[in-house]
């Protein structure tokens, strides 16, 4: 069985991350989204929520689960004894970290996990969960760029702050 690890911030989840999990789940017979619990990114959405949200967002996506992890990817993926990681590109810019990243998981995990890259969508390329949280922070609408259900999470958010 061929499993891989989609790890991310997901702060919040948008359709491009949710375009990279439905074309992942056809290479991959498992796919183990990954949410980062890093409070030092000061996130918008506690992990707890972000989970929720992708849990909601992927219903209907046959062999995909979501866990929060703290700390290293390489210690995730070795306890969930997994040795591909997937990342999404959107454009050139993303390419110079997530190619630190990947060499450095890989030299650090003594070659026993890989990164395979998918690259985003075209209709997806622009797509952030940074632009994401500015459009919605000033009521811009964020139909086309987030899952139905993230819509309402968004607009509660900033009207308590
Ligand atoms: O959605 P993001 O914020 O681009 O995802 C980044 C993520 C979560 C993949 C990356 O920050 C990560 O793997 N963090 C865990 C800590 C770690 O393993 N760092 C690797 C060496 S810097």
């Given at each position: ?31 183990i989204i990954?949410v ?15 989970v929720?949200?992708l849990k909601?967002?992927v ?5 995909v689960s979501v866990e929060a ?93």
């Amino acid at each position: 069985m061929k499993s891989a690890i989609y790890p991310g911030s997901f702060d919040p989840v948008t359709n491009g991350h949710l375009d990279i999990i439905k074309r992942s789940v056809n290479i991959f017979d498992e796919v183990i989204i990954a949410v980062l619990n890093n409070n030092e990114k000061s996130p918008l959405f506690l992990v707890q929520e972000r989970v929720n949200m992708l849990k909601e967002a992927v219903k209907g996506i046959p062999n995909v689960s979501v866990e929060a992890f703290s700390g290293l990817l390489i210690d995730f993926a070795k306890q969930k004894d997994v040795h591909v990681i997937i990342r999404g590109l959107r454009a050139v810019t993303d390419f110079e970290y997530e190619l630190q990243i990947a060499q450095g998981n890989r030299k650090v995990s003594g070659e026993d996990l890989d990164t395979i890259f998918l690259t985003t969508s075209l209709e997806y390329a622009y797509l952030s969960s940074s632009t994401v949280k500015e459009y919605a922070k000033y009521g811009v609408c964020v139909k086309e760029f987030v899952p139905e259900s993230i819509i309402p999470l968004l607009e509660k958010k900033f009207k308590d702050r």
